[in-house]
């Protein structure tokens, strides 16, 4: 990690903490080298970028390996003088650091413009850390009091009377100074979506609040109980054989699915895993990585941050759920082996899939072709797969079963789970969820 100083004016700066992943490609994993910087605003290493295009073949399109957005032609690319600058500072930086500047202070607000880059001690005395860990519980408790007061209060807004054609503005004041009361919560929610009318736009407000109302709530137990919520992921299978619909009288307490009986518990394939990410030690859980992992190179193994699981399915009917509340980007599907390693799930004849692309909107990818669902995402995805007559389905299953899309399936070779991962966000990660019985 390192330390950015903009001066401004002589012998002045501001020290801003950059760390490694703020400057690198998402193509090799490493501190960008020519950057080229698309027309979408993401960039890369100008040779991976063309690396990777030129393996597409001909007839791809020019598609940025972020975000998709693509063109009918290669888009000319340019050299971004200032993140080259940059990540030539961060180069120098680390090489001071690893010939032993670690006992060097770090310099002030006043140091001289030619220190704009300083690296920053690697380790931290252990009690430090301690209390760092407990403050960010209090403070993560009060978030969560806080935002219970917003909700409140954006609920009140909600029911009274409708807002008139002059009255919006006003209405909509008293909220913003609610929200300046120092909750910043740019880092657990997407972007509000703005509607036309001011009612609207309460109930956006409102149900990104109560989204990140449940994020904190989620976040404050795992913290204080961990054990308990591993074991309430287990939970106990009721005697009976029967599989009914959540019960809509009790919404709070989700029902067994009704697609349990043919439950399966897939696994992640190590040889199908990308450099960029990590599985738990069960193969149930896959985080995107801090750094590019040394895993032994392999033609089955994905260009981008991607896994198929092992199980594959070419007869029967089968169904599997993934917790995605802790990804802000993501896709969930299934692919067959034979995919190109190169290409992204749902962009091949071979894979379907849902995708939350982390700007509130939730699409689906069919037979390369994208069906934009909404704008509400589902924290898990349960996917059906009956093969005996050719269909996929996935669910939104955080408390009842609500069906997101559905289509019609021919596969020619065996299908496996398939997931795709945010590849710049470390720590980012998707979870196979025990299904409820």
Not at 29 to 40: G, K, N
Not at 202 to 228: C, F, G, M, T, W
């Amino acid at each position: 990690v390192a330390m950015a100083g903009l001066g401004k004016g002589p012998g002045s700066a501001i020290p801003v903490w950059l760390a490694e992943d703020d400057l690198g490609c998402i193509i090799c994993q490493e501190l960008l080298d020519w950057p080229a910087t698309l027309p979408c605003g993401h960039s890369f290493c100008r040779h991976c970028l063309e690396g990777l295009w030129g393996a597409r073949g001909a007839g791809r399109r020019w598609a940025c390996p972020t975000c998709r957005e693509g063109a009918a032609q290669q888009p000319r690319l340019r050299k971004n003088t200032l993140l080259q600058d940059l990540a030539d500072k961060y180069r120098r930086a680390a090489r001071e650091l690893e010939a032993g500047s670690d006992s060097t202070p770090c310099p002030g607000p006043g140091s001289s413009p030619g220190s704009s880059l300083t690296p920053r001690p690697r380790r931290r005395p252990a009690p430090l850390r301690v209390a760092v860990e407990k403050s960010i519980t209090e403070v993560g408790q009060e978030l969560t009091e806080l935002v219970e007061h917003l909700v409140d209060t954006v609920r009140s807004l909600q029911n009274q009377r409708p807002l008139s054609e002059s009255g919006p503005d006003n209405e909509l004041s008293i909220l913003g100074k609610v929200f300046s009361s120092g909750v910043d919560v740019s880092m657990t929610s997407p972007k509000l979506l703005i509607s036309d009318t001011a009612a609207g736009r309460i109930r956006d407000i409102l149900q990104d609040l109560e989204e990140i109302q449940e994020k904190l709530r989620e976040n404050v137990s795992r913290k204080e109980a961990p054990e308990a919520q591993t074991q309430g992921e287990l939970p106990e299978a009721p005697s009976s054989s029967s599989c009914p619909l959540p019960d809509q009288s009790h919404p709070a307490l989700k029902r067994a699915s009704q697609f349990a009986q043919w439950a399966i518990h897939p696994t992640f394939n190590l040889k199908s895993l990308s450099c960029s990410l990590e599985v738990s030690t069960d193969s149930r859980t896959v985080t995107v990585s801090h750094r590019s992992q040394p895993y032994r190179w392999s033609c089955e193994r994905f260009s981008t941050s991607q896994v198929l699981c092992s199980q594959a399915l070419f007869s029967g009917k089968h169904y599997w759920e993934v917790d995605t509340r802790n990804c802000s980007h993501w896709a969930v599907g299934v692919a067959s082996w034979e995919m190109s390693r190169d290409q992204v799930l749902g962009r091949t004849m071979d894979s379907c899939c849902v995708e939350w692309k982390g700007t509130n909107q939730l699409s689906a990818w069919h037979m390369v072709k994208e069906t934009v669902l909404g704008s509400d995402r589902p924290g898990v995805v349960g996917i059906w797969l009956n093969l005996e007559e050719g269909k996929l389905a996935f669910y939104s299953v955080d408390n009842q079963e609500k069906l997101l899309y559905e289509c019609t399936i021919s596969a020619s070779s065996p299908l496996h789970p398939a997931f795709w991962l945010y590849g710049l966000h470390p720590g980012n990660y998707l979870i196979i969820k025990q299904v409820k019985v």
